[in-house]
């Protein structure tokens, strides 16, 4: 019988490892590995992995930041948002193992809670690879605005920005 997956707060020691998923998930959307320690030292309250039979399967990676400003893909960014205006989700990603067992929808209960204690009103990100049906069930909604459309290029055609009220 497999062990029971579950979420815990991630380490630098994490990182080889989310990188290996996020190369596995991701390999349209490649990510220096300094994106993942920068994301990791931004924000550690919001960066967790998802383990699974001894082993990563799945990890997101979260922080404060600006309304209607989604970072570039691949960009360093290296200081908080001051003062944050939301809370963006820069990454969740899972291995097919981890899909369909509820640990997506889990983690992101979290980070709604853990955004509303930093008392910002909303959660946003760039939902990219069909994912959008997905966040549209996590109560977030397609944000419709032509500045972003520029930004969410630098992802893919199909990128869209979403938005999930926290009050």
């Known amino acids: 019988m497999p062990a029971p997956l579950h979420w815990r707060a991630m380490t630098a020691a994490d990182l080889p490892a989310v990188q290996a998923v996020a190369d596995i998930v991701h390999p349209d959307f490649p990510e220096d590995a300094a994106v993942f320690a920068d994301r990791l030292a931004l924000h550690p ?17 979260s922080h404060p930041w600006h309304f209607k400003q989604p970072p570039k893909l691949n960009a360093i960014l290296s200081r908080p948002a001051m003062p ?41 990100l760039v939902a990219v690879n069909n ?31 979403m938005r999930h009220r926290l009050t």
């Not at 309250?45 to 990676?61: E, M, N, P, S």
């Not at 969740?92 to 980070?111: C, H, Q």
């Not at 972003?148 to 869209?160: G, K, V, W």
Request: net charge negative; charged share 20%.
């Open 45 to 61: 309250d919001g960066c967790f992995t998802l383990q699974g039979d001894d082993a990563t399967i799945g990890y997101v990676l």
């Open 84 to 124: 944050a205006s939301t809370y963006y989700i820069h990454d969740l990603a899972l291995l097919p193992a981890a899909r369909k067992t509820g640990a997506a929808a889990a983690i992101v209960k979290t980070l709604a809670a853990h955004a509303r204690a930093l008392r910002l009103p909303n959660m946003t």
């Open 131 to 161: 994912s959008v049906h997905f966040w549209q069930r996590q109560g977030f909604d397609i944000v419709v605005d032509p500045e972003l459309e520029r930004q969410l290029r630098s992802y893919d055609e199909h990128a869209c920005f």
